[in-house]
């Protein structure tokens, strides 16, 4: 009889661990580096997360609808013009060169500008009173709900008690307003008072003045006039007044103007806004007021041209007279006598020379009127001069030779002939003017008046929910992306194996059976007692006695056994499949001793030794099925048993092997429980007694299976891998990512472990990847027998 040891503490073997052989690979350092991301991936993603993505595609297209149900109706108004060219308002009818004078060419950013002034839309801010308002507060968040759901008349019940807050059905309007400087565009706060009556406040909350609906009140240098508030007492309304330069600005920054065409001088005037009815009032103002304007400013520098005529007019027609009375003086001395050729080409030159000259010496007195004489314009116009003086001076030249009688002749009637000539043009341009002053029609034109829309543009609320819809998918693709990566376990088996080069020997299903398996718990156990055939005690192949597991076991009762009560199931099935792959690696294995490990709790490692175990017993292999967790080992249960001595007993040398080993009831199959827990599993592991143990046990058994701890959890499987001839990997379908399989495959290649390959348990029987094999199964099991 055994004496019971203190727990033995030995230092690890010295030996270099034995290398794996060649057919044995170290996955968790093989992951290539051109490893790709292929698209079957993303559609094996897309489809597992179907329901993430179609749930935020829901919510998203909802959230989208109800913005764009809520959201506020903008109309567009728009207007044409036309702007013709304006015509050169500058004394005389010709050029130097002899050609009409040209009109001015069309300047439409200029006119664009000139439409944005302060000039024109000042009026119209004025007119509509935009550089003041007034509405009511109304509740955060759901204020634009409850005015889109108020359809009654009066005024709406408050919600929550809120009576400071707008419903429905409140209205205010204010007719005039001023304040100081200092409260200028401020947000002033009018609390309707009982009897028709008001305060208003600055955001300070100080009042500025109480007063009563339909009278003009001042205080505080406050002067308001408010025609109708409607609303309980108590309820608040926001008054605020611009300065006027900030609404002109706001103003003609809303305003949009473009020319349609190039060159063409047709502008399109266009504003957006809620109310359909002012933004076409305020467009027709706009356009009336840059219309009028125009026609103010032609009409005000035909005024100044006028005037400027008028006091020339005088001179010219005095020089005229006096040299059409020079030139009948002469021919009344001389007698008359037709002039010859000669004197008729130096006449006809002469004159062209004396009316550019004249009109030039009009245009440059009226320039001097804006202008120095030091300016372009004036200096031009002085250039000018020069060169027809001394073409001029040549054709005298030219003409040196002819007698004095007819030059004299020639110049007396050349010089009436001119004086005629800018008289006339100056009559005739003093009556055009004045035709243009007195006219109503400049040279801008309204083309097309704005008129009422009745089909808001904004917001477009298929182009809103199709976008919405399109986002949500997008964003649900990306969650379902991150989540599958970043936050969610691994469920493909083959990502595991591309990514990991992990070998997967199979997909364990869960079936409804197992489903209702895990709810049973485990019932009291007995203390176990030697097993006896006819009273007399059983022994092993050894010789040794052998103790039974409680009886209850053999009677259904512990946890229970898929494989014994559901041997059809397919779950049993996959297992069988396990098996199976499971006997063709241990024929290279340097021993036949297999671990069973996870990266963590919980993947199910106990339910699938215990039925592999079952499995191989069936099949006619002699099995030890060992619980090494010696932290929290349960394998017991499945057997009726739990506590007593096991394999931490064994390790600490309190019994031997076989003193260890208990009877399952089950032919072939023999269990080691995992003993008391000690206070140093992992040095009782690393001690050489375990591969002692182990290489005595295996003679007696074709395959030791060892149910450890999880590798991310303790170091202890990694102590049991190093000795095992193989160890697989348990995976638990979405328990797991891609990198705590990695790290823990790292950590069996660093303790020399040889990992045959990876089992995924717990897969969902609805997987489409894998489904077919749970199909077939079930229908060829499910026929008639």
């Known amino acids: 009889m ?18 794996a052989p060649p057919q044995y690979a170290h996955f968790a350092t093989q992951r290539d580096d051109d490893d790709e991301f292929v698209l079957g991936d993303l559609f094996g993603i897309l489809r597992r997360q179907v329901w993430w993505i179609l749930a935020i595609t829901l919510v998203i297209t909802l959230l989208a609808t109800l913005f764009a149900i809520l959201q506020t109706k903008i109309y567009s108004a728009d207007a044409l013009l036309q702007v013709e060219p304006a015509a050169q308002n500058m004394v005389g009818l010709t050029n130097p060169t002899g050609q009409a004078t040209p009109t001015q060419p069309l300047t439409t950013d200029a006119q664009i500008e000139l439409l944005k002034s302060r000039s024109v839309l000042g009026q119209v801010v004025n007119q509509f009173q935009l550089n003041f308002g007034a509405w009511p507060d109304s509740p955060p968040l759901i204020g634009t709900i409850t005015d889109k759901l108020y359809r009654g008349t009066g005024l709406a019940r408050p919600w929550f008690g809120l009576n400071q807050y707008a419903w429905g059905g409140e209205e205010i309007h204010v007719d005039s307003i001023d304040v100081p400087r200092a409260l200028e565009g401020a947000l002033l706060k009018l609390k309707a008072l009982p009897g028709e009556r008001y305060e208003l406040s600055d955001p300070s909350g100080r009042v500025l ?12 240098g406050v002067s308001l006039h408010v025609s109708t508030l409607v609303g309980r007492p108590g309820t608040y309304f926001t008054v605020v007044k611009q300065n006027e330069l900030t609404a002109v600005t706001g103003l003609a920054d809303s305003l949009r103007v473009v020319e349609r065409g190039k060159d063409t001088g047709v502008l399109q005037i266009s504003l957006d806004g809620a109310d359909p009815q002012q933004i076409t009032d305020i467009i027709n103002a706009a356009t009336a007021s840059f219309v009028a304007e125009h026609l103010s400013r032609k009409q005000e520098e035909s005024s100044r041209m006028l005037t400027f005529l008028n006091g020339e007019v005088p001179k010219f027609k005095a020089d005229l007279e006096k040299a059409e009375a020079a030139l009948a003086e002469y021919r009344a001395e001389s007698g008359s006598m037709a002039p010859t050729n000669e004197a008729q080409t130096y006449l006809a030159g002469g004159i062209q020379y004396e009316q550019q000259m004249s009109q030039l010496r009009l245009q ?4 001097l009127q804006r202008f120095t004489e030091n300016s372009d314009v004036v200096r031009s116009i002085d250039t000018q001069l020069a060169q027809l003086g001394g073409e001029k001076a040549r054709l005298d030249a030219r003409f040196n030779g002819m007698p004095a009688d007819q030059r004299a002749a020639v110049a007396l009637e050349r010089n009436a002939k001119v004086a005629e000539e800018v008289y006339v043009q100056l009559v005739n341009k003093t009556q055009e003017l004045s035709v243009n002053r007195a006219g109503t029609i400049g040279n801008v034109h309204v083309v097309d008046e704005a008129l009422r829309p009745s089909v808001p543009i904004k917001p477009n609320r298929a182009l809103i929910i199709s976008g919405a819809v399109m986002f949500g998918l997008i964003v649900g693709c990306l969650f379902a992306f991150v989540r599958q990566n ?3 376990g691994v469920d493909d088996p083959d ?10 020997f199979g997909s364990i299903s869960y079936s409804v059976e197992q489903a209702r398996f895990d709810g049973a718990s485990a019932l009291p156990r007995t203390p176990p007692r030697p097993l006896l055939t006819n009273g007399t005690p059983r022994f092993n192949v050894r010789g040794m006695v052998v103790r039974e597991a409680d009886d209850r076991t053999r009677d259904g009762i512990g946890l229970p056994l898929l494989t014994r009560q559901f041997p059809h199931d397919m779950t049993v099935e ?30 199910g490692k106990s339910f699938l030794a215990v039925n592999l175990a079952v499995l191989m017993a069936e099949a006619g292999k002699r099995v030890l099925l060992v619980d090494a967790d010696l932290r929290r080992g349960h394998l017991g249960d499945y057997f009726g048993r739990r506590g007593g001595r096991g394999l931490s007993e064994l390790l600490s040398g309190q019994i031997d092997p076989h003193e260890a080993l208990v009877t399952t009831g089950m032919q072939n199959l023999h269990f080691i429980g995992s003993g008391a827990h000690p206070p140093n599993p992992s040095e009782l592991l690393m001690t050489p007694r375990l591969r002692q143990c182990l290489e005595e046990l295996e003679t007696d058994y074709d395959i030791i299976l060892i149910d450890t701890p999880p590798v991310l959890a303790v170091t202890d499987a990694s102590l049991i891998a190093h000795i095992a001839g193989m160890t697989v990997m348990v995976l638990r379908s979405g328990a797991h990512t891609e990198r705590e399989i990695a790290e823990s495959l790292k950590r069996l290649d660093r303790a020399g472990a040889r990992v045959l390959g990876g089992v995924f348990n717990a897969v969902p029987g609805n997987r489409g990847q894998h489904g077919y094999e749970y199909a077939y199964t079930y229908q060829y099991h499910a026929g008639p027998r």
Request: no cysteine; charged share 15%.
């Open 2 to 19: 055994n004496v019971n040891r203190p727990y033995l503490l030995h230092a690890p073997p010295s030996s270099v661990p034995p290398q």
């Open 209 to 220: 003045l109480d007063g009563a609906v339909g009278q003009f009140e001042h205080g505080n």
């Open 364 to 367: 440059r007195t009226q320039l």
């Open 486 to 488: 970043f936050f969610s």
């Open 495 to 504: 990502q595991v194996e591309r990514s990991l080069h992990l070998p997967i």
């Open 574 to 603: 996959a297992l069988r499949n396990f098996r199976t792959a499971l006997q063709f690696g241990l024929a290279d294995a340097p021993n036949r001793v297999v671990a069973l490990t996870g990266p963590g709790p919980s993947v």
